[in-house]
T-cell receptor, first 112, second 112 residues
Framework: DGGITQSPKYLFRKEGQNVTLSCEQN?????MYWYRQDPGQGLRLIYY???????QKGDIAEGYSVSREKKESFPLTVTSAQKNPTAFYLC???????????FGPGTRLTVT | AQSVSQHNHHVILSEAASLELGCNYS??????LFWYVQYPGQHLQLLLK??????LVKGIKGFEAEFIKSKFSFNLRKPSVQWSDTAEYFC??????????FGQGTELSVKP
């Protein structure tokens, strides 16, 4: 069953703690993306990676970090430097150069 | 900077009413435009896309969109909505490098 999986669905953390969100895809896509969704603001790009061991900052990368050690995995770490981490986080992937992206189910992170 | 704008933040319709959601984009190059839908509790999924050719594109579930180059618009339409169309709708445009830029989203509520 091909697709993108994100775990966990809900995540709760205390302020000041780093937290890592998982994203795995078995679509053999080269490119992967992380977005943040907030009410009334649509989706905003955090980081993206076109190829293994390479990634670029998106529009709101501050307070986040990523790694791309394997083609199928693109974990996102929300660090304590992120001022407003509570949000819905979406991972996506695409074939290299193709405009269409496929999305995972998302992780809702709540930081108190 | 490239942007995508959705004019309606929340639309409330009765079943069988016609739907039109506005989307304007700002980008002077090749356009790749998308409408995505997010049903409650489900993945973000692609409704339809425009790359080139016939400016009237048809998508899933009876949705269609018209690309009007002179107006920089890509409005989503459906002649008769159903309660099951209740969802959040996002317009998106592809930027150079494969990144997508999203509009703010429109929440559609259909009353039975």
């Amino acid at each position: 069953d091909g697709g993108i999986t994100q775990s966990p669905k809900y995540l709760f953390r205390k302020e000041g703690q780093n937290v890592t969100l998982s994203c795995e895809q078995n679509l053999n896509h080269d490119a992967m993306y992380w977005y943040r969704q907030d009410p009334g603001q649509g989706l905003r790009l955090i980081y993206y990676s076109q190829i293994v061991n390479d990634f670029q900052k998106g529009d709101i990368a501050e307070g986040y970090s990523v790694s791309r050690e394997k083609k199928e995995s693109f974990p996102l770490t929300v660090t304590s430097a992120q001022k407003n981490p509570t949000a819905f986080y979406l991972c996506a992937s695409s074939i290299a150069g193709a405009p269409e992206q496929y999305f995972g189910p998302g992780t809702r992170l709540t930081v108190t | 900077a490239q942007s995508v704008s959705q004019h309606n933040h929340h639309v409330i319709l009765s079943e069988a009413a016609s739907l039109e959601l506005g989307c304007n984009y700002s980008y002077g190059g090749t356009v790749n435009l998308f409408w995505y839908v997010q049903y409650p509790g489900q993945h973000l999924q692609l409704l339809l896309k425009y790359f080139s050719g016939d400016p009237l594109v048809k998508g899933i579930k009876g949705f269609e969109a018209e690309f009007i180059k002179s107006k920089f618009s890509f409005n989503l339409r459906k002649p008769s909505v159903q309660w099951s169309d209740t969802a959040e709708y996002f317009c998106a445009s592809k930027m150079q490098g494969g990144k997508l830029i999203f509009g703010q989203g429109t929440e559609l509520s259909v009353k039975p």
